[in-house]
């Protein structure tokens, strides 16, 4: 069973940063586009962020552009994504998912049934 572990959520005040992390194995790490979702106390899930394999191109959802930042290190099989200026609206459980077998250099992904593997989620939680 293949596993994506996210790590880095927690409380924090808005107007604050915070650091996710999702690593993966690195078999399915290497071939696949990566992507950021949240989902929100009664609200459906969504895309947050998604990046290339190659790393050239990447995603953001409007509710985060200039605030978020998603990169990738392919050497340490590891994806963060850097939130910066959070408020009260970005808390939600955070997934990292594996879109596998992407094109290098295609642009990623942005719907949630194109990936394949999902981590179990991180909480962010930001306080007014």
């Known amino acids: 069973q293949v596993q994506l572990v996210e790590s880095g959520g927690g409380l924090v005040q808005a107007g604050g940063s915070l650091r996710l992390s999702c690593t993966a194995p690195g078999r399915i790490f290497s071939r696949s586009s990566m992507a950021w979702f949240r989902q929100a106390p009664g609200k459906d899930r969504e895309i947050v962020a998604s990046i290339s394999r190659s790393v050239r191109n990447t995603w953001y959802a409007d509710s985060v552009k200039g605030r978020f930042t998603i990169s990738r290190d392919n050497a340490k099989n590891a994806m963060i994504l850097q939130m910066n200026s959070l408020n009260t609206e970005d808390t939600a459980v955070y997934y990292c998912?594996?879109?596998?077998?992407?094109?290098?250099?295609?642009?990623?992904?942005?719907?949630?049934?194109?990936?394949?593997?999902w981590g179990h989620g991180t909480q962010v939680t930001v306080s007014s």
């Open positions: 998912a594996a879109d596998v077998n992407a094109i290098l250099t295609a642009p990623p992904h942005t719907r949630d049934s194109e990936f394949d593997y």
